[in-house]
Nanobody, 124 residues
């Protein structure tokens, strides 16, 4: 059974940086298209960034130029480097895996596997 476990969340001041990690077990991360989503209180879960098995990436406009998604197939992991953080980036961040490894999907319902999330809080 595929399991995703996020880590790296925390409290940071506006303008700071955090690096989130997603460890994949029970499967090989290179066989999935991987993504990060986030959900703030009262909001729907929104797409943040994704990377295919061939390392094609896509970002939400709100994080483009500030966030970088990367995959480490040797460690079966995916990372999200978040720089120049803003208060509006505050949310629970979720890692997700799509079995369609060559395709980047925006709707969360297309992702089969999910982690439990890690809280990111940016103070202004």
């Amino acid at each position: 059974q595929v399991q995703l476990v996020e880590s790296g969340g925390g409290l940071v001041q506006a303008g700071g940086s955090l690096r989130l990690s997603c460890a994949v077990s029970g499967g090989t991360s290179s066989t999935f298209s991987m993504a990060w989503f986030r959900q703030a209180p009262g909001n729907v879960r929104e797409f943040v960034a994704a990377v295919t098995s061939t390392s094609i990436t896509r970002y939400a406009d709100s994080v483009k130029g500030r966030f970088t998604i990367s995959r480490d197939n040797a460690k079966n992991a995916v990372h999200l480097q978040m720089n120049s953080l803003k208060a509006e980036d505050t949310a629970v961040y979720y890692c997700a895996a799509n079995v369609n490894r060559y395709y980047i999907s925006i709707p969360p319902e297309n992702y089969m596997y999910w982690g439990h999330g890690t809280q990111v809080t940016v103070s202004s």
